[in-house]
């Protein structure tokens, strides 16, 4: 067992466009960070993970980076970031960023000059063709835009104005290894890396698979491409083996034992990555038609458990339920019912691998009550609503699918109180405010000691006390059951068994002779779980 740092902390992802305005313009900001952070500190928070904060036009919401050394200024200035690492590093926390660089803004420089003709000095810093393939773009419409001053097309797998880095290319490296190193010496803890697995595409260019858009799925030719851990090793050597950092890498379509080559110990690459595929296979998307499929537990669980203990061979997993391109989990899985929040918690505390928690998780945050597309601010979602409207989906259909796939759901304003614009603003949100803001909201619950904050500060200080919740090797108890989920985690002596009863009805199930140590119901009835009941056992 060797223990890190970023193996026992817990992470917390911050949206900062709507966790908290300082400024009443309605839109989220570095000193709204700061003036929450001894309330982060109380969760039981180590690890702040911020989304990306630099310059941007904010086409996709600052995934389209204009300036990688400057911030956005409706989050603030650089004398702000700075002065907001100096106090979570006096508070005994950490803070990472968002590193994307598999793409930039089309209003970045680089990309400025590549456009210009096929001989300038960056010409070759994107991924430009004479004629275009068949992939399309994952926003919608084709992957490929023509630009007439090179009488070519660049490529973009999701927004037109996100053209795609030519990494092949050193120069473009040598240019982001120097990037991640102004930032490593301000002194930030880390990196969450996007769309880490597409650094590498298949230059050959093959025609994808057709979508119901009749567009060409490029994902197999974009992701794991035949140099990405050339890449990552050389970015290891020159950049991450420098920082005593957490890097964690979002590689979406991933299997486990693809995953293992980003972050085997050996390997020289990555320490963590997500676990795409269990939530992947819960969203309706172009390449299903938007079929909406119902939660097949058996198969979430078993997939999950084939990761965690696919990574134990020589990685590290990461737990998570919620970010900022997903719905809110209790409304996927818990029919917004604030006992299903405490479940969840209890499965995101107590997986292998390091927590993330999203804002406004901890509190039981849901879905928001969308009624038309004016609502929508997410490029990706009015996409889909045009997509949708295309194939023949009325309207009512276009907002369940969005309901479980919008991504708006998870953007909307962190809850602090019951007041207007739920304390997030003294001005107007950019977005709707949950209305359930009244019962959901982190003052009342801070009084309240079945709560679900109160809750999660709870499992994670035992998270904390209990070596096998952070070390403990994973085993999926019975498999098949399509109501239960339940693990027992093991380490030097020490096992936890833990039971989430998915439904809202009684399940029958056996919980072993042992001390509780958290759960949330009084007591345990013995050979049933109540719904949405969870419980923690040591034995």
């Known amino acids: ?141 084709s992957a490929w835009t023509y630009v007439k001053e090179r009488s070519q097309y660049y490529l973009h797998t999701f927004s037109r104005k996100q053209p795609e880095l030519n990494w092949e290319c050193e120069a473009v490296r040598e240019a982001v290894w120097e990037m991640m190193r102004f930032w490593g010496d301000k002194g930030i803890d880390g990196f969450r890396m996007d769309v880490v697995n597409g650094l590498s595409k298949d230059t050959s260019f093959p025609d994808g698979k057709p979508w119901s858009t009749g567009f060409g799925d490029p994902t197999p030719y974009v992701k794991n491409g035949p140099k990405i851990h050339d890449y990552l090793r050389e970015m290891n050597q020159e950049v991450l083996s420098r920082y005593d950092w957490l890097t964690v890498g979002e590689g979406s379509g991933n299997t486990p034992e693809e995953g293992l080559l980003y972050v085997g110990r050996d390997r020289h690459e ?15 998307s172009p390449a299903n038609g938007y079929r909406i499929e119902p939660v097949d537990l058996a198969a979430f669980k078993q997939e999950r458990a084939r990761w965690m203990t696919g990574l134990e061979r020589g990685g590290w997993s990461s737990c998570y339920l919620e970010n900022h391109d997903l719905v809110r989990s209790v409304s996927r899985f818990g029919k917004d019912d604030p006992l299903a929040a405490k479940m969840l918690a209890t499965v995101v505390l107590f997986e292998e691998g390091t927590p993330y928690i999203y804002m406004g998780e901890e509190l039981g945050m849901t879905n928001y009550p969308f009624t038309d597309k004016a609502q929508f601010r997410d490029l990706q979602g009015k996409s889909d609503w045009d997509n949708m409207e295309r194939l023949g989906f009325s309207k009512d ?32 949100s950019w977005i709707g405010v949950n209305p359930n803001k009244q019962t959901i909201n982190v003052k009342s619950e801070e009084k309240d000691p079945d709560s679900v904050l109160a809750f999660y500060k709870q499992a994670i200080r035992i998270r904390r006390q209990h070596l096998a919740a952070q070390y403990g090797s994973f085993s999926l108890v019975d498999k098949d059951n399509g ?33 509780k140590v958290l759960g949330n119901y009084d007591g345990i009835l013995k050979g049933q779980l109540r719904p949405y009941e969870a419980v923690v056992v040591s034995c």
């Open 1 to 141: 067992m060797e223990r890190t740092w970023w193996k026992e902390d817990v992470v917390y992802q911050i949206w900062p466009r709507s966790f908290n305005d300082s400024n009443g313009d309605g839109i989220g900001d570095l000193n709204g960070i700061i003036q929450k952070l001894d309330y982060l500190k109380e969760l039981g928070i180590s690890v702040i993970w911020l989304n990306p904060i630099y310059q941007s036009p904010m086409d996709d919401m600052g995934y389209d980076i204009s300036d990688y050394r400057k911030i956005w200024p409706g989050f603030g200035t650089m004398e702000d970031f700075d002065q907001l690492l100096r106090e979570v590093h006096r508070r005994g926390m950490r803070l990472i960023m968002d590193l994307v660089v598999n793409h930039t803004s089309d209003e970045h420089p680089w990309f400025q000059e590549s456009k210009t003709s096929r001989t300038n000095g960056k010409a070759d810093w994107y991924i430009w063709r004479d004629e275009p393939n068949n992939w399309g773009s994952y926003f919608g419409g």
């Open 270 to 284: 990555l320490d963590e990555c997500f676990i795409f595929t269990t939530m992947e296979a819960l969203k309706p």
């Open 397 to 428: 259909q276009i907002l369940k699918v969005l309901q479980l796939q919008g991504r708006d759901n998870g953007r909307t304003p962190m809850q602090w109180t019951s007041g207007a614009e739920a304390g997030f603003t003294t001005g107007k």
């Open 483 to 515: 109501q239960v989920y339940a693990w027992t985690r093991s380490v030097d002596g020490e096992t936890l068994f833990v039971a989430c009863n998915f439904t809202d009805q009684m399940q029958p199930f056996p919980i072993p002779e042992g001390k």
